[in-house]
């Protein structure tokens, strides 16, 4: 009895001894059901929209349904969120019910959680302020949607050619998955811009070269001023704490219909059975909340070759290694990443050493180099900002000091004559003295 | 033009039949005098073409050089019997300062030689 107690005794202390492997010690970004609030204008979305709806429940989030203009909408309590998600498809609300408006939803971004907006015909200012902070102007005319007369897809319903088919992707397997979007995306809504100068919004989605946006009921005098790729129909912004937001101009976009529609182009060769709203759709949302694309750098060490502490200061010509791992998340925890464009930098106010770092295959991402011949205080530094994925920005402070007094070897080649000479002058000095004192 | 070149050499055969009648003694510090200053400038020259990398090697050597030239005229200011200003001193008092200020210069420099 005694024995196979202390057995056990000692297995289990070996194990716990065991180190768990890296990525399964970092704790994990979110729960696994992340709560997500719908805001919508009317409930009948819930089955019009319902494949939209089912795909994100199927993936594990759990989905609450509000009407906009509901009396007790609240995102959080005290500081605290109740959601880590929104996605408003409430185009026509003027007003949101609750604690809710315009600067509560930025806040919520702010606090680095995800948004889904929509914005569609007869928008109201509310969704147009929200989209304005996050960067993406909607088209200001109310009644401007986006035309198309060479991309539409001929309706019944449709003489505008308002209803479009867009194909004009963004190339990222990080946004749109690695297959890509097989057929093109129906698209039925207002158009929007962003400002060229703004660098953190992505265009995921742009209108052809021959789309435009205007009011198909009004005569203008002027050429319309969004036309071409400016006009954008699907945008996202990831911000710089890592919140990702979608904006999308079209409700309908998401609706049952549009996923199991065809698309024929009128006048155009190739159809598809059914759209690529479906794809586009999830491929997104995988996206949006952070499935795909979020990357996490831990355990940054730098030491000397031959040495494994990790020292104070460095020396000028010194070879060091650095090394540090990178892991994405991903539905099944945090996987390596693998990335070969990830680069060191040994900077004082501008790089002294810009490396690549090589990985091995499981998120250990290492370099090595020789310290320049310049002291102070260095960083190590690796700024990682790609398409789609979160930014990176590492630094860590080095002091770098010059040779010290004895780390030169002690009798130095060069001043050897300087050496000859003062021995000279001494035994010249000896020998004077004895010529001065002798001297008859 | 002749008579400058005439007068020139006039001017240096008159100075080496003065410098012949110095005492030997001022000779041998002359001598020791010029033998600092070449060392002096041969390690002038070797830094020009080398470099100063160990500086602090180079200032103690030139200065050990230009250093005991210094001390040794002064020693030959003050042996000279023609000089007025040190008529009352001996020569042994003059040699021992000679001894003394070499020895503490030559102190200095080996410290700072590295």
């Known amino acids: 009895m005694e024995t196979s107690m202390l057995q056990l005794l000692f297995v289990s202390s070996l194990l716990s001894l065991v180190p768990l492997s890296s990525c399964l010690s970092l704790s994990p970004l979110r729960s696994p059901h992340p709560r997500i609030l719908v805001l919508l204008d009317d409930l009948a979305l819930k089955s019009s929209h319902s494949s939209f709806f089912s795909s994100l429940s199927d993936r594990g989030y759990i989905l609450d349904y509000k009407r906009a203009s509901d009396p007790s909408l609240a995102l959080k309590k005290f500081g605290e969120y109740f959601f880590d998600g929104l996605i408003v498809f409430s185009p026509t609300t003027e007003k949101f019910g609750g604690s809710v408006d315009a600067a509560s939803i930025i806040d919520f971004v702010d606090s680095g959680r995800d948004l889904i907006l929509a914005g569609d015909v007869g928008m109201s200012d509310v969704i147009r302020d929200i989209a304005y902070e996050c960067g993406v102007d909607f088209e200001e005319e109310p009644d401007a949607v986006v035309l198309d007369h060479f991309n539409f897809v001929s309706a019944k319903s449709d003489i505008d050619h308002s209803l479009i088919s ?94 199991t529609s065809p698309v024929k182009k009128h006048g155009g060769a190739s159809s598809y059975e059914k759209s690529g709203n479906e794809q586009f759709v999830t491929e997104l949302s995988k996206w949006v909340f952070h499935e795909r694309g979020h990357l996490k750098a831990v355990n940054v060490h730098h030491h000397r070759i031959g040495e494994t502490q990790e020292p104070s200061m460095y020396r000028i010509t010194d070879n060091l290694e650095y090394s540090m791992e990178i892991y994405e998340w991903s539905v099944n925890g945090w996987l390596p990443y693998a990335g070969d464009d990830v680069q060191l930098q040994f900077y004082m106010m501008s790089p002294y050493v810009l490396k690549t770092l090589t990985h091995n295959g499981q998120g250990l991402y290492s370099t090595s180099f020789q310290v320049p011949d310049v002291y102070g205080v260095f960083q190590f530094k690796v700024e990682y900002n790609r398409l789609g994925y979160t930014s990176l920005s590492l630094s ?12 030169y070897e002690r009798f130095i080649f060069a001043a050897y004559p300087y050496y000859s000479s003062c021995f000279s002058m001494m035994f010249g000095f000896f020998v004077f003295g004895l010529a001065f004192l002798y001297h008859k | 033009m002749a008579s400058t070149a005439g007068e020139v050499r006039a001017l240096l055969s008159s100075l080496r039949s003065a410098y012949a009648a110095t005492p030997t003694k001022l000779k041998i510090i002359d001598l020791y005098v010029a033998y600092a200053i070449c060392t002096a400038l041969i390690q002038v020259i070797y830094m020009a073409i080398v470099g100063s990398f160990p ?42 300062d000679f001894v003394l200020a070499n020895l503490v210069l030559h102190l200095v420099i080996m410290n700072f030689l590295g």
Do not use: W
């Open chain 1, 396 to 407: 860590k402070q080095i002091p770098v000091r010059p040779f010290r007094h004895n780390d």
């Open chain 1, 166 to 259: 867009a194909d004009s992707f963004i190339a990222s397997s990080v946004i749109l998955g690695e297959a890509g979007i097989q057929a093109p995306v129906l698209f039925h809504g207002v158009a929007h811009s962003v400002p060229p100068a703004n660098d953190m919004v992505i265009k995921v989605l742009t209108g052809s070269p021959t789309a435009y946006s205007a009011n198909p009921r009004v005569h203008s005098k002027e050429p319309p001023t969004l036309t071409g790729s400016s006009v954008g129909l699907v945008s996202a912004i990831q911000a710089r704490n890592n919140a990702r937001v979608v904006i999308f101009g079209s409700l309908a976009l998401f609706s049952n219909r549009y996923f």
């Open chain 2, 55 to 96: 500086f602090n090697a180079f200032l103690s050597g030139f200065l050990s050089s230009v250093g005991t030239a210094v001390l040794a005229v002064c020693l030959r200011m003050q042996v000279n019997p023609k000089n007025k200003e040190f008529k009352e001193l001996p020569l042994e008092r003059a040699f021992a």
